[in-house]
Structures are given as structure tokens and as C-alpha cells.
């Protein structure tokens, strides 16, 4: 990309990140870091630093994903968590990439395809995947659930490695993830899964308000990985106090299981997205900016252009949200068009200045209200084709200080 965009990856603060998750929940076997959405935004790349901290598996949606991983790390086992078209089974053994099996009918085709091909140089890595609630993917039946078992766990070229389902809530203050778990129970109870290697339930939103579950020993990570952890209630003050015994009697009516009130977790985000400056013209206030006059000047001061736009992951939505520039925050006027965005600067601000839109005293949580999104959205909307470049910052105090490059490949560390 022949222009002065990049997002910067802080691998300090995600190695942190990692070490800090694998610490605080040190009872599981495995921890499959998820780097679906190019890994939230933040590139391939990362994987590195996850393998390095701690991260012992990893989670890609799709198959692209899965061998953009293993072009990179040819040993870190590798889960595709989304449902394969079968015409690729052959690069998933090939490439030693677990496959997920969410649906009965699938489940059939695979065994008969597997019975056809007699494959004895590679054995198939299997997950099986349960729908208790979510009602997206997943075998909602126990019979089927059953069925599959038992024929998965015959095959001599199938390996049943992992059985899982997805959670819908954090289950705070609502039954649906004790009704999940329950009905987890109820699909499995007849059958011995203690003979599957991993069982994983939680993800991210649930590790931190929950206790381990009896029985699993994995656990899917993506966005505490990222520096991005759960908003835990706030019971200081008197409104707190009320909200508190609100909070205690829906608890008790609905008999939820016990959750945490605070995190031990201190987490850190490593992403910011930079740009130049490619012109600053001067503006009166009132004067208009844009296509149809879209936005105003509400004083006098300067228009700083940079090469940012909608094909970039930009929206409309971030007109009137801030920017960081030599430290101080400035409004955006405007999302012009396909590549570029306008500013309204004053006097200070130069063409050798550097604007940071995401990160660094930008605030994904805060960015992400703003545009209505969560912080995945946030980061993951960002175009893959702007580089992705890693960083070690020599602070860990600091995000923003001074830092060692490492790579501007958007795929590797070097």
C-alpha cells in the first residue's frame, strides 16, 4: 500500500494479554486462541506472539484463515470452528486442520466419504459441536448426538478430539447460560465424553464472570486476548447499593449460578490506526465541508485531509468522533469519500504530524459506542490490505512510548 497508513500492533502489551489470561485461569489443559477476522483486525501475525505466551491451539473461522496459520506455524494444532464444504477434506488432512462437525446429515457424509477413501496415511481431526441454545450450529438432538459419538469414536481415520458448544450470554443476569449448560448435560450424559481430549465451553465472556466447569478443559479466548474484557457492574455509592439488591433478587428468583462481582485481569489493547496528513487547508467558521455541504465549520480553524476512507472500514458514523494528534484530541468533519476523512485542526498541527484514530488515548470501548459496535466490530471492519505492523513498546506502563519495530509484513514477525 504505496500511501502512510498502518495499524500498529503493540505485541508487548498482547503478550501480556496472554500471559495474564493464562495465569489468572491456570486450571485449563488447553487454550485455543480465536484470530478469526484476521485475528480481530490485528493480522496473522499475532499468532506468534500467542504461541510464545501461552496460546496452545488456535481458532480460525474459515478455511483460508486455517491455512494462512499453518503457512506460518506448521506445529500449532489448528481448529476451524465454522463447517467446511467437504470437496476440502483432503487439505484439511493434508494440512493437519481440525475440522468442526455441527450437523447430523454432514456428520453421515463424512463417515461415507472417509469409508470410501480409506485414507490411512492421515487421521481426520474432529470437534463435535452441540447446539444447547444458541440455535445457530449444532446437534440439538441427543440420539443424533449419540449416533455420531459412537461412529466418530470406531473410525480408525477419525480422531474425536474436542466436543463444544457456544454460549449466547455472559449469564449475569439471565438463565439462558445455566440453560445451556444444563442442556449440554442432557445431550451427553450417556455417553463417556472424559474419552474426548477437549471439552470447551467458555469463551471470553464467560471465563471472567464464571467458574470452571466440571468436566472441561479448554477454553476459546479472542477478545480477552485483544485487551478488551468484560464491563463488571458498578455497586459503589447509593445507586449502586439500590442496583445491588435489584441485581440479588432477580438472582435469586431466576436461582442463577454464582458469578464474580470484579476481575483480577488487567488488561491492555495494542492496536491503533495511523495515518499522515496529505494536505491542511484553512477553514471560517460556518464554512462547509464535503459532498452536499455534510458538515460545518463550528470555528475557524484548519482542515487536516488524510488518506483514510470507506474502503478502509471507515463509516459514516465516525463523523464527529476524535482523532489524537501530537497528543490532542481533534473532531472528525467528515468521511468524505472511499479514501479520504477531514479533521478540524488549528495551528499546531503540520503535514509531518501523524493522526491516530483507534488506540493510543483513543479508546476502542469509547470508538465502539460511538459507532453502536462492539470493539470486534471496531477492530475487525479495519481492511485487511492496510498493513499490519508489529511493535514492541519498551513500556509497559505506556502504550504510547517509544518502540522497537519488529515487522511491517502484514502476515509475519521477524
Partial sequence: MHRNVRVEIDTAA??????????????YDYYIGVVKGNAYGHGMGIVKTFIENGINYIGVSTLDEALEVRALHPDIPILCIQPLDLEYLSLCLE????????NYNYGKQLLDLLALA???????????????????LGISSKEQFEELYDALMAHSSIELEG???????????DSIYDEQIARFGELTH?????????????????????????????????????GINQTFRDYRGLKGKLRSLKDARIKK????????????????????????????????QGELVGYGGGARAGKDGFVAVCPLGYSDGLSLKYQGSDVLINNKRYPILGVINMCLITILVDEQVSLADEMTLLGEGIGLKETARKL???????????????????????????????????????????
Fill in 14 to 27: 498482547i503478550a501480556q494479554n496472554v500471559k495474564n489470561v493464562v495465569s489468572t485461569f491456570d486450571t
Fill in 95 to 102: 494440512n493437519n486442520i481440525t475440522i468442526t462437525l455441527s
Fill in 118 to 136: 480409506k485414507n490411512e496415511k492421515h487421521t481426520l481431526k474432529v470437534h463435535l459441536k452441540l447446539n444447547t441454545g444458541f440455535n445457530r
Fill in 163 to 173: 466436543l463444544f458448544t457456544h454460549l449466547a450470554t455472559a449469564g449475569v443476569l
Fill in 190 to 226: 450417556t455417553r463417556d465424553i472424559s474419552k474426548i481430549k477437549i471439552v470447551h465451553i467458555a469463551r471470553s465472556s464467560t471465563l471472567e464472570f464464571h467458574d470452571k466447569i466440571e468436566g472441561v478443559n479448554g477454553v476459546r479466548v479472542g477478545l480477552l486476548l485483544y
Fill in 253 to 284: 428468583k431466576l436461582a442463577l449460578s454464582p458469578t464474580r462481582a470484579s476481575s483480577e485481569l488487567r488488561l491492555k489493547t495494542g492496536f491503533a490506526l495511523k495515518s499522515g496528513i496529505i494536505e491542511i487547508n484553512p477553514i471560517k
Fill in 372 to 414: 453502536e459496535v462492539t470493539p470486534y466490530v471496531a477492530m475487525s471492519s479495519i481492511a485487511k490490505d492496510i498493513p499490519r505492523v508489529y511493535v514492541k513498546h519498551s513500556s509497559d506502563d505506556s502504550i504510547a512510548g517509544s518502540t522497537n519495530r519488529i515487522s511491517s509484513d502484514c502476515t509475519k514477525e521477524q
